[in-house]
């Protein structure tokens, strides 16, 4: 069965520092990889995801992250965070066209906290 | 364009009870998923309906079941609530094109007391 690890549950970083949060996938073939956040009592936003080809993916507010077949990693990253970014950030997987369903698998989540 | 809506934003149910929630997904989007947010367990597939049909269930008991109208909004039912069925439900709609990309609703807060 497919998984998801992010095995950061908590970030702080300071304002204008880099960002970098790790997810790795466990599944039988490359899945469809996805980063969506989460503000408090909010529901999912989507950050960015990765299907195919070019392995790094650009996606809103500044957010990168690059997939690494031999890792089974999507990591996100971004240059200089800012204070509105504190949130919760969820990786997650779905099955490539051709599976039984679209139902995403996600990880626990990183919450980040941002000191000014 | 209008996103997807979900309502009521909050309920407030006593064990026992029925609790229905309700999606309302972007237009065009033929396919809902319910997801479950609980405190501690993150956040779990609960069902998918693509027209009208149920086509997957996560590991949830039966007395968590839904549907799926022609207009393709969707309803959440949980009968027989348990204390541990207060979570964030979440509703994410996507089309038929091979993307897997959803969008996500605010989600309903249910409380059971």
């Known amino acids: 069965a497919q998984s998801v690890t992010q095995p950061d549950i908590h970030i702080t970083v300071s304002e204008g520092a880099s960002l970098e949060l790790r997810c790795n996938y466990s599944?039988?073939?490359?899945?469809?990889l996805f980063w969506y956040v989460q503000s408090p009592g909010q529901g999912l936003q989507l950050l960015l995801k990765?299907?195919?080809?070019?392995?790094l993916v650009q996606g809103i507010k500044g957010f990168e992250a690059e997939f690494k077949r031999s890792q089974s990693s999507f990591n996100l990253r971004k240059p200089s965070v800012h204070w509105s970014d504190a949130a919760e950030y969820f990786c997650a997987v779905a099955p490539v066209r051709g599976g039984s369903n679209y139902k995403l698998t996600f990880g626990k989540g990183t919450l980040l906290t941002v000191n000014p | 364009e209008a996103g997807v809506t979900q309502s009521p934003t909050h309920l407030i149910k006593t064990r026992g009870q029925q609790a229905t929630l309700r999606c309302s997904p972007i237009?065009?989007?033929?396919?809902v998923y319910w997801y479950q947010q609980a405190l501690g367990l993150g956040l779990q597939f609960l069902l998918w309906y693509d027209e009208g049909e149920e086509r997957n269930r996560g590991n949830f008991p039966p007395r968590f079941s839904g549907r799926q109208f022609p207009n393709y909004s969707s309803e959440l039912n949980v009968n027989a609530l348990e204390l541990e069925d207060s979570a964030l439900y979440l509703c994410?709609?996507?089309?038929?094109?091979?993307?897997?990309?959803?969008?996500f609703g605010p989600g309903t807060r249910l409380t059971v007391t």
């Open positions: 599944y039988g073939a490359t899945p469809y």
């Open positions: 237009s065009g989007h033929t396919s």
């Open positions: 990765y299907f195919s080809g070019d392995t």
């Open positions: 994410a709609s996507s089309s038929w094109d091979g993307t897997a990309e959803q969008y």
